[in-house]
């Protein structure tokens, strides 16, 4: 894949927000994010029909901008939606079994926490792994323990030049940190969904994972 795409990697459900969903994504999309996942669980989350409506129109949203739309976890409803990819944690359903139901051209995504979850990943043919949490985070109730920049560049040391996106409790002032361990661009939730202006917020982590980039 292209590793670009990881830059300013936002995520999104209908329950991580107080406004439109619809809203927040496009704000995030003129502000410039790289790549977007409907990640629609927990408390209140969508189901069924309106969970795929949803879907629907933001992946329509995404394409209005040329981002590419992925899912978490469901993959029927990936396809269903004709998605661009999906990302799938390790209690989730393989690489092989997703491989097998998805278009070769889909990007798939896998969370490690550790480096042998990151090796087990790229044997695999992961596109990208999602690496965290990096912070503590309140968004995801089952977040693992903290892996900090430094349990991010081990893992990095560990898989060469796999696609790594750095996740969890990420906030603008961590990117750069986050790009020197090895990161090639960061995933957040809350640190957009919760801004007062998300169209800012994702145009400044855009400055930050470019700028660090091009010094390189
Ligand atoms: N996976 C690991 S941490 C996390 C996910 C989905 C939550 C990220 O949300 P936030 O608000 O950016 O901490
Ligand atoms: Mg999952």
């Given at each position: 894949?292209?590793?670009?795409?990881l830059?300013?990697?936002?995520?999104l459900?209908?329950n991580n927000?107080?406004?439109?969903?619809?809203?927040?994504?496009?704000?995030?999309?003129?502000?410039?994010?790289?790549?977007?996942?409907?990640?629609e669980?927990g408390?209140?989350?969508?189901?069924?029909v309106?969970?795929?409506?949803?879907?629907?129109?933001?992946k329509?949203?995404?394409?209005q901008y040329?981002v590419?739309?992925?899912v978490?976890d469901?993959?029927?409803?990936?396809?269903?939606?004709e998605?661009?990819?999906?990302?799938?944690g390790?209690?989730?359903?393989?690489?092989?079994?997703?491989r097998k139901?998805?278009?070769s051209?889909w990007?798939v995504?896998?969370?490690?926490?550790n480096?042998?979850?990151?090796?087990?990943a790229k044997?695999?043919g992961?596109?990208?792994?999602?690496v965290g949490?990096i912070?503590?985070?309140?968004t995801?109730?089952?977040a693992k323990?903290?892996?900090?920049?430094e349990?991010?560049q081990?893992?990095r040391?560990?898989?060469?030049?796999?696609?790594?996106?750095?996740i969890?409790g990420?906030?603008l002032?961590?990117?750069?940190?986050l790009?020197?361990?090895?990161?090639?661009?960061?995933?957040?939730?809350?640190?957009?969904?919760?801004?007062?202006n998300p169209r800012t917020?994702?145009?400044?982590?855009?400055?930050?994972?470019?700028?660090?980039?091009?010094?390189?």
């Amino acid at each position: 894949m292209k590793r670009d795409l990881l830059q300013v990697y936002f995520i999104l459900g209908s329950n991580n927000t107080e406004e439109d969903p619809l809203y927040v994504l496009e704000e995030a999309l003129k502000g410039g994010i790289t790549l977007f996942q409907f990640r629609e669980k927990g408390r209140g989350a969508l189901e069924g029909v309106a969970k795929k409506q949803l879907a629907i129109q933001m992946k329509e949203l995404c394409h209005q901008y040329r981002v590419p739309f992925l899912v978490n976890d469901d993959v029927p409803l990936a396809l269903g939606v004709e998605a661009d990819g999906v990302h799938v944690g390790q209690d989730d359903m393989s690489i092989h079994e997703v491989r097998k139901m998805v278009p070769s051209n889909w990007l798939v995504g896998v969370s490690s926490t550790n480096a042998e979850e990151a090796i087990q990943a790229k044997k695999d043919g992961a596109d990208y792994i999602g690496v965290g949490p990096i912070n503590s985070t309140n968004t995801k109730t089952d977040a693992k323990q903290p892996i900090g920049a430094e349990g991010l560049q081990e893992i990095r040391e560990r898989v060469g030049d796999l696609p790594i996106v750095a996740i969890g409790g990420i906030r603008l002032g961590h990117v750069i940190r986050l790009v020197q361990s090895g990161a090639d661009g960061v995933s957040v939730i809350s640190a957009i969904s919760q801004s007062v202006n998300p169209r800012t917020t994702a145009g400044a982590f855009l400055k930050h994972a470019n700028y660090y980039s091009r010094e390189q």
